[in-house]
């Protein structure tokens, strides 16, 4: 086998290439060099196609640019081996290599035909110029839209940037009234107080005094001192009202206990009145507050449950705090009158009275002193209330004001 392999390629038997052309050195010549300009040619255009694959994978698939790469060189080699039996009779060798090339061609051949129908979709440059132009147009129009839209934009900043100067303008001058207006309520409070406090001096002196039996003087008198004194609890309230706006935060270390015991101590008087009954249970729990406005909101909430409560039935007043996972909630809850839900939203604006026919002394200042010192410490009220049955407060105290350790659930 190997000896028939070898005599195949022995070039014993054979004379070289250059014996048919006698040796003449201009044929030589020619052949030699053409053989070996197309030789290289052959090995330069697929290396140029290799690169081109290389940097554009995209164009075509990589077998192809293989298979055609294989050919080509196949075909210089067969003009290599030409070169060679120029001078040495390698005729086996190159049938051999023919043959392989004649392979490699045939399966090039094949694969031409198949990559026809995807060459034959591909646009023409007619065709790419006017896609090209079409895009130019496209994106010339999405310019003039971008530009129309950047100057809409630079219109409404515009305008916004007007309307936030207006309503930065309405704001302060709101902010004046406002001050005015509480300033004005705080000094006329205090005018009207003096003149107030002699009426009601007045009147009830002239009560004493009065001889003349009639009875009919009598009740013009007593009416008119309680008028006089709901007009001075009202002015009193507004004056209160007012001078929460004005009041300065004083923020201190409170213990809400302590706080809740100095409340029931100040109104120790009305609650022995209606023999009412408080039952607390308050945590250990430390804040930072005002005290003042804790006491306001404690006192108005504790006195409104003790005042509307009706007259037939003993108060009973519960208040618990305790933490949360957010701060700590503390709810105060009476068995009073209590007011139809629906009104809930109500309850907390200025000379707001639910119950004008229940026989209360009251100017519905109470619990709008309340919202608005819960407003200026920063914590929330909530109420649930059912008419006849009593109302509940609830009030939320934010974790960054709580000092009692870790605030838990």
């Not at 310019?143 to 950047?150: G, K, Q, S, V």
């Amino acid at each position: 086998m190997l000896d028939s392999i070898r005599l195949y390629f022995e070039t014993n038997s054979f004379l070289a290439h250059g014996y048919c052309l006698t040796w003449r050195t201009d044929l030589i010549a020619l052949h030699a060099v053409s053989d070996f300009v197309i030789f290289a040619s052959y090995f330069i255009i697929p290396t140029a196609m290799l690169y081109l694959y290389h940097k554009r994978r995209d164009l075509v698939p990589s077998r192809i640019i293989l298979l055609f790469s294989a050919f080509i060189i196949a075909c210089g080699l067969t003009h290599l081996v030409g070169l060679i039996t120029l001078w040495d009779p390698i005729y086996g060798f190159e049938g051999v290599l023919k043959a392989a090339t004649a392979v490699v061609s045939g399966l090039t051949a094949v694969a031409s035909w198949m990559l026809m129908p995807a060459a034959l979709k591909l646009p023409s440059t007619s065709t790419l110029a006017l896609k090209n132009e079409a895009l130019g147009a496209s994106i010339d129009e999405q310019r003039r839209a971008n530009a129309e839209l950047e100057q809409i934009k630079a219109e409404l900043e515009l305008r916004i940037s007007e309307r936030t100067r207006e309503l930065q303008d309405k704001a302060e001058a709101l902010e004046r009234m406002n001050v005015s207006l509480s300033q004005y309520a705080h000094f006329a409070s205090h005018d009207l107080q003096e003149p107030l406090r002699k009426i009601v001096s007045f009147t009830e002196l002239a009560i004493e005094q009065d001889v003349s039996g009639d009875p009919e003087l009598k009740m013009y008198l007593k009416k008119s001192n309680e008028s006089a004194r709901r007009a001075r609890t009202l002015v009193r309230d507004i004056l209160s009202h007012a001078e929460i706006d004005q009041h300065t935060m004083d923020t201190q270390e409170l213990s809400l206990q302590d706080e809740t015991a100095k409340t029931l101590e100040n109104l120790e008087l009305p609650i022995k009145e209606r023999q009412g009954r408080i039952d607390t249970a308050i945590a250990d729990i430390t804040l930072r507050s005002d005290p003042a406005l804790l006491a306001q909101v404690l006192q108005n909430i504790i006195g409104n449950a003790l005042k509307y409560t009706p007259a037939d039935r003993t108060p009973h007043i519960t208040i618990t705090a305790a933490l949360t996972g957010e701060g700590a909630d503390c709810i105060i809850e009476d068995n009073g009158m209590g007011f139809d839900p629906a009104l809930a939203d109500r309850i907390f604006l200025p000379f707001t009275r639910l119950h004008p026919g229940a026989g209360v002394n009251g100017s519905g200042m109470g619990l709008a002193i309340v919202a608005k010192a819960i407003g200026q410490l920063g914590w929330t009220i909530a109420v649930e209330t059912e008419e006849g049955k009593g109302t509940r407060f609830l009030i939320r105290i934010p974790g960054e004001q709580i000092m009692t350790g870790a605030v838990t659930g």
